[in-house]
């Protein structure tokens, strides 16, 4: 088992920062891809940015590309999500999740671990 816990989200202004932290617990952190995801009500969970197990490679969604930047420090056991120049479509329940050897994927099906998530609002 994974243990997975959010932070960092909170209210802010259009065209500010925030930093997700989650960390992790249970297992060897190194072996999982990380990722985040996000939801808002009514709508499916949506990919957000992933960091391959072996660290080798990140990936985001067209909409956060430029702006928002995954990190990882496997001493910590800890998985970064830093969100710049945020917009009120941003606004969603943000979501971290563990993938046993994963190369990153986009799908929320290939992962086995969830946080509880951190709201993360966006006001204009």
């Known amino acids: 088992q994974v243990q997975l816990v959010e932070s960092g989200g909170g209210l802010v202004q259009a065209g500010g920062s925030l930093r997700l932290s989650c960390a992790a617990s249970?297992?060897?952190?190194?072996?999982?891809?990380m990722a985040w995801f996000r939801q808002t009500p009514g709508k499916e969970r949506e990919f957000v940015a992933a960091?391959?197990?072996?660290?080798?490679?990140?990936y985001y969604a067209d909409s956060v590309k430029g702006r928002f930047t995954i990190s990882r420090d496997n001493a910590k056991n800890t998985v970064y999500l830093r969100m710049n120049s945020l917009k009120p479509e941003d606004t969603a329940v943000y979501y971290c999740?563990?993938?046993?050897?994963?190369?990153?994927?986009?799908?929320?099906?290939?992962?086995?671990?969830w946080g509880q998530g951190t709201q993360v609002t966006v006001s204009s």
């Open positions: 999740a563990a993938h046993y050897k994963g190369a990153g994927s986009s799908n929320s099906l290939m992962y086995a671990y």
């Open positions: 249970g297992r060897t952190f190194s072996n999982y891809a």
């Open positions: 960091y391959t197990w072996t660290g080798g490679s990140t």
